[in-house]
Nanobody
Framework: QVQLVESGGGLVQPGGSLRLSCAAS????????IGWFRQAPGKEREGVSC????????YYADSVKGRFTISRANAKNTVYLQMNNLKPEDTAVYSC??????????????????????WGQGTQVTVSS
C-alpha cells in the first residue's frame, strides 16, 4: 500500500525553524518527484516546494524562496522540508504528495495539486508569538 506520512509540525515563534518529514511506505520514494503543499483556513491549497526524481532539481514558491529547503534521504525513504525564518503567514496544514506527471511537465506543473496523488494526512504548522 502506497502511503506518505508527514511529521514535524508544531507551534513556533516568528523567526523560528521547523523540519517537516515525509516518510514513504509501500514504494521507493526516490523513483518519484515529491511535492509539499500547504493550506491555511479559508485559503486554497498552495504548492510550497518540490524535488524531482530524475536529477533532484528543486522548485519553490516565491513566498518561501531563501527560507525553505527541500531535500531527500533515500536511505530513509524520506523527503524533508527545512523551514527557517518562519512567519505567521506560513501557518497552515502542510502535506506531501507524489507527482504523477513526467519529469518534463514537472518544470511547469510542480505546483498543480491535481498532478499529485497519495496525499498524506498533513501536519499542522503554527507560527505565532
Amino acid at each position: 500500500q502506497v502511503q506518505l506520512v508527514e511529521s514535524g509540525g508544531g507551534l513556533v515563534q516568528p523567526g523560528g525553524s521547523l523540519r517537516l518529514s515525509c516518510a514513504a511506505s509501500g514504494f521507493t520514494l526516490d523513483r518519484y518527484s515529491i511535492g509539499w503543499f500547504r493550506q491555511a483556513p479559508g485559503k486554497e491549497r498552495e504548492g510550497v516546494s518540490c524535488i524531482s526524481s530524475s536529477d533532484s532539481s528543486t522548485y519553490y514558491a516565491d513566498s518561501v524562496k531563501g527560507r525553505f529547503t527541500i531535500s531527500r534521504a533515500n536511505a530513509k525513504n524520506t523527503v524533508y522540508l527545512q523551514m527557517n525564518n518562519l512567519k505567521p503567514e506560513d501557518t497552515a496544514v502542510y502535506s506531501c504528495a507524489l507527482y504523477r506527471g513526467t519529469s518534463y511537465s514537472l518544470r511547469t506543473n510542480w505546483n498543480w495539486a491535481g498532478e499529485y496523488a497519495s496525499w498524506g494526512q498533513g501536519t499542522q504548522v503554527t507560527v505565532s508569538s
